[in-house]
């Protein structure tokens, strides 16, 4: 003990050391070759210096074997710890709590035992209190953690299950589905009763020493299943309804319009007849049931005509047509309604391409509709349309080629259009906002129709703009013959004719 306590500095100091396995085995050397100099020395007859050499040697020995003393009693304190930790305690003092490595090792093994303690309880918690059924299955497809949400959702307990194949919960051949790893598939999953259910898959794995473990969750699909099939036979129902109610329109096309087209006949044949009469004040009230007529006879038609097209019964008459004539015809008609808000219409078009393969009434209203959107989103500003040529690749047989295309530019100054309102602008019955139809009026038909007929007639219709400073529409029709649009129509006759 009094040596001890003599090379007690001495084996603090050393504490703070290493202890790689080949410096005790130098240390053992050293003392050797000590040795072996003393005897070296008592046969030169130099006792002195061989005692001298021995003691030296002694030392050395001695100091190696307290330090491993200090060694084997830390290490022993260290196992003790770890035997704690492994038993499940939760805070475990450091051992040893010197400054040496080994101390600093216990400090930290202190500290991760608190940690893995912390987080195995939230671990446990997850486990226990999740609303999803959550099982642990090892490489042989045992069950070896049932949460009890799981014990909820199958009728087995915990005891009853674990240890059992995956099979029992899940029918073959979908019980090795929760090897493939994903989210959210669905299965089917089998009670204790032995009824059955839909549920939704999602699985991981984990390798823990060289084996792999799977963890499962597991949702019942029931009550969603239910609500998707609700959810289906109501939008069957409301697409039947829906379609029922585009047929009798579409149906009833010729009984709506005859008794208009009745009134304003008989308006007009009134204003002449009171105009030759010279009954001024007869005159205006004529004027206004005219144009009322009118008004609900355009209405109409764009009812009727979304009407069509929602029942699969609209369509175009194709024909060769000169577009000057044409472009005369919607001027007349859009320049009294751009004078009303005091606007200019111009109309830019060098007379290229002359002619055009479409349904030039289609074509018409599409123009109109464009034209009188942007007459009365304009005031005391500039209306413009451009009639050019473009370019644009098309695949329309699966084969990328260019497709010659006409285009209208129908531009304005109008008060604009956010990001917000262009991404709702072309649904049926449905206009920028509620604000502008209070303020503008309209069935917000228009724009539909004009996307629906461009579509329908191989084309496009897109827009730009820009609030407070005006928007411009682009509408592009192919440049086809007539040969061109008889073989589409065969082509779709004969795949219509399949189905």
Not at 79 to 97: C, F, K, L, N, T
Not at 178 to 195: A, V, W
Not at 316 to 334: G, I, K
């Amino acid at each position: 003990m009094l040596l001890r306590r003599l090379l007690a500095p001495v084996v603090a100091l050393l504490t703070h050391w290493s202890y790689p396995r080949r410096f005790s085995t130098a240390g053992i050397v050293i003392a050797t070759l000590l040795v072996a100099l003393a005897s070296l020395l008592l046969w030169q007859n130099q006792a002195l210096m061989a005692t001298l050499v021995l003691g030296i040697a002694l030392v050395v020995m001695l100091t190696f074997t307290v330090l491993g003393l200090s060694v084997i009693e830390d290490v022993n304190d260290l196992a003790v710890m770890i035997g704690r930790i492994a038993s499940g305690e939760h805070q475990v003092p450091p051992m040893p709590a010197s400054d040496s490595e080994i101390g600093v090792v216990a400090h930290s093994l202190a500290d991760l035992s608190t940690e893995w303690a912390l987080s195995g309880l939230y671990r446990q918690a997850i486990v226990e209190y999740a609303v999803d059924s959550i099982m642990i299955i090892d490489e042989h497809d045992s069950i070896t953690t049932f949460n009890p949400a799981a014990e909820h959702m199958f009728g087995y307990t915990a005891s009853e299950i674990i240890g059992q194949p995956i099979s029992r919960l899940i029918p073959d051949p979908l019980h090795r589905q929760y090897k493939l790893i994903s989210i959210g598939n669905e299965i089917t999953g089998r009670r204790k009763d032995d009824s059955v259910f839909p549920m939704d898959l999602s699985s991981g794995q984990i390798i823990l020493d060289r084996r792999r473990i799977y963890v499962v969750i597991l949702r019942d699909a029931t009550r969603r299943k239910q609500a998707e099939e609700e959810l289906q036979r109501a939008r069957d129902d409301a697409e039947a309804a829906s379609r029922s109610k585009s047929t009798f329109l579409a149906n009833m096309s010729h009984e709506l319009r005859t008794p208009l087209n009745a009134i304003i006949g008989y308006s007009e044949l009134l204003i002449d007849d009171v105009v030759e009469m010279g009954h001024e004040n007869l005159e205006s009230d004529l004027r206004r049931i005219h144009r009322a007529g009118t008004h609900l006879l355009g209405l109409i038609s764009d009812i009727l005509d979304i009407s069509k097209i929602e029942a699969g019964k609209m369509d175009l008459r194709y024909e060769q047509f000169d577009l000057a004539p044409m472009l005369s015809d919607v001027e007349l008609t859009v320049a009294p309604l751009a004078t009303q808000n005091g606007n200019r219409f111009e109309i830019s078009y060098d007379g290229q391409p002359a002619t055009l393969f479409a349904d030039p009434v289609r074509v018409r209203q599409i123009l109109v509709n464009l034209l009188g959107n942007a007459c009365k989103f304009t005031n005391q500003g500039t209306i413009t349309l451009r009639i050019l040529t473009d370019t644009q690749d098309g695949d329309s047989r699966g084969i990328l080629q260019p497709f010659d295309f006409i285009r209208f530019d129908v531009a304005d100054t109008g008060i604009g259009m956010t990001s917000e309102q262009l991404a709702r602008l072309f649904q049926p019955f449905t206009q920028a906002d509620d604000s502008t139809t209070r303020k503008y009026g309209g069935t917000g038909l228009g724009l539909a129709l004009s996307r629906h007929f461009c579509q329908m007639m191989g084309g496009t219709i897109e827009v730009v703009s820009t609030p407070d400073t005006g928007s411009t529409f682009i509408v592009r029709l192919p440049l086809r013959d007539p040969e061109d649009v008889s073989a589409e129509a065969s082509e779709r006759d004969a795949v219509e004719g399949r189905r």
